[in-house]
């Protein structure tokens, strides 16, 4: 299970960090695709650009034209590489679409030729104001720089959304298969790992209350019940009452047949206790032979007509394979607001004894020891007249 569970972590670790991959390449994408369409606009731009700027150098002479001819025969080749070369840097890296590659490469159009060209002849203007090569520039740009840098823009910006809606398409398939993953996984490893956890904290519950032979409450268990109904019954001031029971000479029991047999008498009597209680009653094994009953809203009289059935019940009771006994029980009730669980267990065990030394076999109320008589004080002698 654990490495199942592993397992699935890792899945969705895995699916996780590729949709924030895909994400990122999105992102990276929408970037690169947003500067190469800024550099092919541009590109459409520079060719009336630099004819202008060459008409005005030619036909002025001013320095300033040349400058500005020069700065955008500067701008055209250097976005030209850019658009050539997949960017500047690797990390706007674009490659050319077949459809951009056959408008710089193919015969018919040959785009790349055609600027390289346009910008020679642009570099003669500016060095030696060459008529012919103006006459070049000016027909050139008009007629074929402008219309395929606008071809090539327009083809960039489609291929560089279609890739977009791709990429997006398989973010979209990673985030189903994610979350088709977790769903999968909750219903087939993190449900059944809950439930395993909570069967295991059932059963380790079970084993810090229950008695492991008997299956009853035990002690600490006990102690933490019978409180709470004490605190109860003094909140509501109801009656509470507790018994204490021994099964008698179960020494003699073990050493005649076995311990095993021992063991099943014990189980024999929380199977009785458990079907003759109410199921309000608190029943604990508190070690040994020795059993204990908490019994809300039932007084000592109510509790000793209890402990007397159980009694009886044991008395007749003849399971086959398991030896007969019999019980000696002790009863005791709240005997005042304050009582606590502690002082009825010892009053109950007192009561036992009483039980046990009256000869087994019997319930016995708790008695407090009588109070002896006060001792007379010595009368003065009368006075000898
Ligand atoms: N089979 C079995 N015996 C147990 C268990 N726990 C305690 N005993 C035995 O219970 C016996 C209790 O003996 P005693 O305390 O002398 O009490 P008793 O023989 O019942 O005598 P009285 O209580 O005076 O009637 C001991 O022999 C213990 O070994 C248990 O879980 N299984």
Redesign the pocket.
Known sequence: MTSAYLLALTLVAFLSVAAHLVLDSVINEQLNSANVLHVAGQQSMYPQRITYSAMEYVEGGDPEARERLEDAIKSFRRNHTFLMTGGFNSDTFFELSTSVRDVYYGTSQDFDRRTRQFIAAAEKVASTKDPEALLYLRTEARKNMLNLAETVARDIAMEANARIERLRAIQKCVVVILLLTLALEGVFIFRPLVRRIVLYATRLYEHATRDP?TGLLNRRAFFDFATRVQSASRRYNHAFSVIML???????I?DTFG?DK??DA?RLLARILNENLRESDIVARM???EFVIALPNSDGRGATIVAESLRKRIEETAEKDVPRFTI?VGVTEKIAVQDTVERMLKRADDALYQA?RGG?NRVQMYEAAPVPPPTPVPSEPPAVT
Not at 246 to 252: A, N, P, R, Y
Request: charged share 40%; net charge neutral; no cysteine.
């Open positions: 032979l021994d099964i008698d000479h179960f020494k003699k073990n311990h021992g063991d014990l070690g040994g032979e000696s046990k087994r």
